[in-house]
C-alpha cells in the first residue's frame, strides 16, 4: 500500500529530549470504555486536546509533533487501526514513536492494572485507538475498507461475552448503555444510532435476524447510519478465527444488544 506519509513518522516523531526511558510506575487508569477520556489524560499534554500537535508540553519535547487528525490521509483515506494498535501496544524506538522515551502505552497500562487483566488493557488500547479514528479530518474510511486486514488483536476480547465484546468495538461510538452517545460521536458524519430502541422501531419485536445480517456483511443500513460502519463479520474473519467463531461473536453480540432494549 502507498502511504504518502509515513504513519510511523505521523504517529510520534522525538519525544522528551533528554529523559531517561519511561518507567512504568502505575498511572491513574481511567475508564477502559472511554477513549476520549483517556486521550485528554495521557495523551492531551503532548498532543494537545485537538490533536493537532500544540499540547502544553510541546516545548520540552525535540521537536514539533505531527497532526494525528491526518493519520486517515496519509493512509490513503483509511484510518491505519493495525499499525496504531501495534505502535500504542508493544512498538518502542521503531519510528512510529521516534524514540526510546515514548511510552508504550499497552505495558503502561499493564504495569498499572498490577499485569492481573489483559482483557482490560486491550479494551484501553482498543477504545484509544477508536477515539483517535473518530478524530480524522476528514473522517476516514473505516478499518475493513482498507487494503490491510485487522490482526488478531481483536480477538482478545473473548467471543463469549457479548457484553465485553460491545465495550471493546462499539461504545466508543453507540456509548456504554447503547444511547449513541459515546465518545468517538462528534467525529462522524452521521449521529450513531441509538442501539436501545431497536425493538420499539420494530413494533415491539426485536430484529434478531436483520441485525445479525447488518453486523455480518451489511453496512450504510438505517442501523448502521452510514458506510463507515466497519462489517464486523468481515473483521472477525480477517483476524484468522474459525469462521463458526467469527459466527459466535456476531451471534453473542447481538443477543447483548437484545438486553440493552427498552
Keep these: ?4 506519509l509515513s504513519i510511523s513518522a505521523l504517529l510520534l516523531t522525538g519525544f522528551l529530549h533528554g529523559q531517561p526511558p519511561i518507567k512504568h510506575t502505575p498511572i491513574p487508569m481511567t475508564r477502559a470504555n472511554d477513549g476520549a477520556e483517556m486521550y485528554r489524560a ?10 493537532k500537535g500544540s499540547g502544553p508540553a510541546t516545548a520540552a519535547l525535540h521537536g514539533p509533533l505531527p497532526d494525528l487528525t491526518k493519520l486517515a490521509q496519509a493512509n490513503e483515506g483509511s484510518f491505519p487501526s493495525a499499525s496504531v494498535l501495534m505502535t500504542l501496544g508493544r512498538v518502542r524506538g521503531s519510528g512510529a ?3 526510546e522515551e515514548m511510552p508504550i502505552w499497552g505495558d503502561v497500562f ?7 487483566d489483559e482483557l482490560e488493557v486491550q479494551m484501553r488500547l482498543y477504545n484509544l485507538m477508536r477515539y483517535l479514528d473518530g478524530i480524522q479530518d476528514p473522517p476516514s474510511v473505516k478499518v475493513t475498507k482498507a487494503k490491510t486486514p485487522l490482526k488478531p488483536r481483536i ?3 473473548h467471543a463469549a461475552s457479548g457484553a465485553a465484546m460491545f465495550s471493546a468495538y462499539c461504545s466508543s461510538c453507540h456509548g456504554t448503555q447503547g444511547l449513541g452517545d459515546g465518545p468517538a460521536a462528534v467525529g462522524l458524519k452521521k449521529h450513531p444510532t441509538d442501539l436501545t430502541q431497536l425493538s420499539a422501531n420494530h413494533r415491539g419485536a426485536f430484529p434478531a435476524a436483520r441485525i445479525t445480517e447488518i453486523l455480518d456483511r451489511d453496512p450504510g443500513t438505517a442501523a448502521h447510519g452510514s458506510k463507515d460502519m466497519p462489517i464486523w463479520g468481515n473483521a472477525f474473519r480477517a483476524t484468522g478465527e474459525s469462521p463458526a467463531v467469527a459466527q459466535l461473536r456476531i451471534h453473542n453480540i447481538v ?6 432494549q427498552r
Design 1 to 4: 500500500m502507498r502511504i504518502t
Design 42 to 51: 495521557y495523551c492531551a499534554s503532548c498532543h494537545g486536546m485537538d490533536g
Design 97 to 99: 514513536h521516534g524514540s
Design 110 to 116: 499493564r504495569a498499572s492494572s498490577g499485569g492481573t
Design 155 to 157: 480477538t482478545d476480547i
Design 255 to 260: 443477543n447483548y444488544l437484545r438486553s440493552l
